[in-house]
C-alpha cells in the first residue's frame, strides 16, 4: 500500500488481547484489538484517522479544523484533542438534542468552539462555520462526519496491516460501524494485503442495505487513494443491523447486557452507544452458532468509553448494575 503522509498521534500498535474468559464462555476463541487504547484524549478510532486528515490540513495550511457530530460524539472529541495537541483551533457543530455528556464536557475542557444545529440542517451548519471562520480571517480545514473520507478510512486500511504484523489472523472481525469509515478501510486494506478473513460491521444507526452502499463506495475511494483502484460491490460487504433499529444512542437491555457481560468477564469496559452494541451483535450471533469452535475472533473495540458518564447512561446503567 501507497504510505501516506502522517502525524503521529496515536499510541501504536495498540495490544491485541485474549478474553479468556469470555472464550470459555463462548466456545470459540476471542480476541479484543484495543483501539480504545489510542491514547489521545481518552483513545478511540477517530485519533488513527486523525492522523492522516491532520496531516492533509497541515500541508493546506490550515490554522484551526470544523466538524460535525451528535453532542456526545467520540469523533468531535478526539478532533478537539488532536487539534490541541497540534496547536490548531477547533470548532465543533453538535447536533441536537443538547444534553449533558461524558464527551461535551470533554470538548470543552479541550477549549474547542462548540454550536448547536439540528440533525436535518447538519452539513448547511458545517458549510456555514467553515465559512463564518473564514470570513474572521481562519485557515479553517473541514473534516466530514466520523472523519470518514477516504483518506480518514485508509488509516483502518493501515490498520489491518499493523494487526497482520502482530501475528494475528482472525477468522472474523466484528466491530461497530457507523460512518462507514473503519470498515471501508479494513475491507480496502483487507484486498491489498490479501486478508481472507470476513470483516462484519455492526450496523450502530443505519439500515444494512444503506450501510453496505456507503462502505462499498467509500472501500473503492480508499482503495484507489492506496495506489490500488479496486471496485467494491455493497454484496462484499458485510453488515448485522439487528439493533440498528433502536436508534442511534438508544440504549436497551442488549447493550446493558453487553457492557455488564464484558466487565464481569474481563475487567473490560465498554461503551453504551457504539461498542456495547457490537458486542450485543456478537453475543447475539454466538448464541445463534455463527462461529465455528475452531474460530477465532477478534472484537475490534473502536473507544467510546467516555459516553459511560454521560448523564442518562449512567443513570441507566447504574439501575442495572
Ligand atoms: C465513530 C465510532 C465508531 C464507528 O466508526 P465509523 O468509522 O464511523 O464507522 C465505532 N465506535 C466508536 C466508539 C466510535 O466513536
Known sequence: MKALPRIPLAALPTPVQPLPRLS?????????KRDDLTGLAFGGNKVRKLEYLLADAQAQGADMVVTTGAAQSNHCRQTAGAAAK???GCHLVLTTP?????????????????????PKARA?????????????GRRPYRIPYGGSSPLGAAAYAYALEELLSQGVTPDTIVFASSSGGTQAGLVAGARLLGFRGRILGISIQEP????????????????ALLGTPT?????????????AKAGYGVVTDAEINAILRFARAEGLFLDPVYTGR???????????????PQETVLFWHTGGTPALFATDYAQTLAAAA
Open 124 to 136: 448547511q451548519a458545517l458549510a456555514q462555520a467553515v465559512a463564518e471562520e473564514a470570513a474572521q
Open 86 to 88: 497540534l496547536g490548531l
Open 98 to 118: 443538547r444534553r449533558p455528556s461524558g464527551n461535551l464536557l470533554l470538548d470543552g475542557l479541550l477549549g474547542a468552539r462548540v454550536t448547536w444545529a439540528a
Open 24 to 32: 470459555e464462555e463462548l466456545g470459540f476463541t476471542l480476541l479484543v
Open 231 to 243: 471496485t467494491f460491490r455493497d454484496t462484499e460487504i458485510f453488515v448485522r443491523d439487528a439493533y
Open 208 to 223: 444494512a442495505p444503506t450501510l453496505r452502499e456507503q462502505v462499498a463506495v467509500l472501500a473503492s475511494q480508499t482503495a
Open 278 to 292: 457490537a458486542a450485543a451483535a456478537l453475543l447475539d450471533l454466538a448464541a445463534q452458532g455463527d462461529f465455528a
